[in-house]
């Protein structure tokens, strides 16, 4: 690797640094614009007592749901976790913690881990379960509560197309929580359906610019999807 | 008659005014998107990212990209945007959204909601509903009026986890239209052939009734 | 006007309602990416005591600087005035004010102002000028200060491209201030270069999704350059 | 002898490492992009929303709408990319530009700078800069050892209102290259010529002259 070229060629390398006891956050929404070859890696990693930062924790069997099956996961931060049986049985056992975390929230807290603002406030949560034992305040008569930003030691990230120095975009609804998260990791590791040339895309529709980006891998994707629903029906 | 799903989710769609954007949770309120007068334009805004929802895919159409919210398999319709969730809940935190239309366990006449989790049962989650609550300017809560057992979901205080503190101000069940204002529900319409009545018996928190109530019109 | 047809054809009608006292965030940095006609309508309205914020205030004669000339700006909210003769004059006599924020403050108070957090805290300014008067805090053994959101009575915003429905795109650099100018208006209005038919601009290119705008007008444009280096000097 | 504009600016090259980001303010900073050592690559990030700035545009090239944050014209390299405001300066206030280089007045003992306003004079504002020195890894301070009157621009404590505090780890001047750490001004390089008695009398704060002070390499 020379330069700005970030690309690596194993999943091997692209995990390589993980640790038992680190912070990953995850982009992806459900099973939308999840990176599968990096969560792969991970579970063949065995990797233990991970917290994990992403909006849901996949489903039985798919998505982030395999890293549950070794219990590899210690810990959640999520806003909705409803759609695993695995899940729900590990929280009952108490083999697994959650955090759970208004869907905004999360992301703007992995926002302001990237972007170096160490809280913020806001009004979603004010006065219920999320609000408690958070410093809360009034700014022009209205309730808000501080909410601390997140950071992670490592981020894995799905993305469309990347160029070598990780310039990125992101396909449709499948950006959700991806460029977040991009910003948020200490090494931010990108698995793409495609890899392109430096200059191929146009520097005002890079989604994620390189600089926050650290290797790249050009993945295979199955691309489950959880509900399909088409204008015939369910 | 108590309305149907389908009912409800008509008298929902005629709160909607042209040019509005509008967010609509899972169940009921995703119904009221089949019932907009075909004279205004609305536009749907999906919580995962997608400003201008378009109708369900076609077999030809179904892209494992392009999902919404409740995670099922949609389309764009012209003129939508597509942005990351920080930017989704920027807009609806900073109030851009117009109307949002969720489901609730109960209201409670300071206009305080719980809709999202009932202790003993598994928690799944508040998803985007607390924000959705905490964001939009006008928020429509659907519900039938009382649960299974006939318990009241209009109640003086709220006895399940919030949430969200004094954010409704409209809520459209099966039996009435209310408004929630001055810690009273303001009856404001009754389902077509539903009395008085049985509406102040299956209404637990304070009910102001002023001068005649009439029916909704449901079409 | 029907359904999100935001398109306007006069200016008066674009800037209407625009009322003495009242606050503008103006996009555009430097005399790059400035909404020309918008503030030539300010001008040609005479509203005075207005507050303006933005990154600059032009120059003697064009962009923000010929709001100058009628004493039009009561408070100017800037990182960097230092263009602009007319500006100094008025300072040093007393008929206008100046509040100083650091450009990357300036920026995310915008964001914050349009995105519904009322503060957020920043390491930007603590132990300066800046930073006196207003709260501190540390986070992580890190001193940080707090800072409140911005938002206007109306934004006006330079794009490069609209739809009917308000989304737009930005063109190179002069991108910069523009989309957050325009989530923080109570009523945002924006000029661009040209107008397109609603479902040409793919959807995730869009910079500004239409939500946040009032008002679309087609402009036309001087783009007078600040600083012209080329390759063979200045 | 003191060094000129280019040969600090060649310096300060010296102090990139492959596949940096580098934040040049204006001035002598910008000079050290004309001498990034030519088997690395560095990649430039220019405040106002671009991140690859490449050389200046020919006269066919000129674009009103591609600027620097000087307000120069410029052009973008290939892998540049381009954004808003508020993310460029998440970039930088998020720490993830390697390299900030700015110019200052004042430079103290414990790492505070000042570097945008001199009382009295007029203000013109600090612009991006109290953000980068928030916000950049490394920080290093380009600046004539003394003023024009000779007087130190090392301080024990800066007398100018501050633009950062604890916050400068290094500074290159015309006279030496410097680290700041323990409330000291630690001599690491001379300029070629310049005499250590030269460097002691022109260094107001405390300086630490630890063995011997080898001579800059300016090529």
């Keep these: ?234 | 008659m108590a309305l149907s799903r389908d009912q409800i989710a008509m008298r929902v769609a005629q709160e909607f005014k042209d040019g509005n954007y509008v967010n609509l949770g899972i169940g009921i309120p995703t119904l009221a998107a089949n019932y907009v007068p075909k004279h205004i334009q609305v536009m749907l805004q999906s919580e995962n990212g997608l400003l201008g929802m378009g109708p369900y895919p076609t077999e030809e159409q179904v892209d494992a990209d392009m999902i919404n919210a409740g995670k099922e398999t949609v389309t764009a319709a012209a003129g939508a945007s597509i942005f990351n969730s920080a930017e989704s809940f920027a807009m609806i935190r900073g109030g851009h959204v117009d109307f949002t239309v969720l489901g609730a366990f109960e209201v409670d006449v300071s206009g305080s909601i719980a809709s999202w989790m009932i202790p003993g049962k598994l928690i799944k989650g508040m998803g985007g509903a607390m924000d959705l609550v905490a964001g939009a300017k006008n928020i429509i809560v659907t519900m039938t009026h009382a649960d299974k057992h006939g318990n009241s979901k209009l109640l003086s205080a709220c006895t399940l986890p919030l949430t969200g503190v004094s954010c409704i101000t409209r809520i459209i069940t099966d039996l009435a239209v209310l408004e929630v204002k001055d810690k009273a529900f303001h009856l404001r319409e009754r389902a077509p052939g539903v009395s008085i009545e049985e509406i102040i018996e299956k209404t637990a928190g304070k009910l102001v009734i002023d001068g005649d109530i009439p029916e909704m019109t449901i079409t």
């Excluded at chain 1, 992403?54 to 590899?72: A, I, M, P, R, Y």
């Excluded at chain 1, 929280?91 to 809280?119: C, D, F, S």
Aim: charged letters at 25%; aromatic letters at 8%.
């Design chain 1, 1 to 234: 690797m020379a330069g700005f070229d970030k690309v690596v060629t194993s999943y091997a390398d692209a995990m390589h640094g993980l640790e038992d006891n680190m912070t990953i956050i995850a982009g992806g929404f459900g099973l939308c614009g999840i990176p599968e070859g990096l969560i792969a890696e991970v579970k063949r990693m065995g990797t233990k007592g991970l917290t994990v930062v992403s909006n849901n924790c996949g489903v039985d069997g798919f998505g982030l749901g395999v890293l549950l099956e070794d219990k590899q996961i210690k810990k959640m931060v999520s806003s909705y976790v409803g759609e695993n049986a695995l899940f729900e049985k590990q929280l009952l056992n108490g083999e697994l913690e959650v955090e759970l975390t208004p869907q905004g929230t999360l992301a703007e807290k992995m926002r302001a881990g990237g972007a170096g603002i160490p809280a913020f406030y806001t009004a979603t949560g004010f006065g219920t379960p999320v609000g408690e034992g958070k410093e809360s305040r009034q700014f022009n008569g209205r309730d808000y509560i501080l909410e601390e930003a997140i950071t992670g030691d490592f981020a894995i990230v799905k993305a469309w197309k990347a160029d070598r120095y990780g310039n990125c975009m992101y396909r449709h609804t499948a950006m959700n929580f991806n460029p977040m998260a991009a910003t948020a990791g200490k090494i931010t590791v990108v698995e793409v359906e495609e890899i392109v040339e430096v200059g191929e895309l146009e520097p005002s529709q890079i989604h994620t610019p390189g600089i926050y980006v650290d290797r790249v891998i050009q993945g295979s994707f199955e691309k489950r999807i959880e509900r399909l629903v088409t204008s015939k029906g369910v």
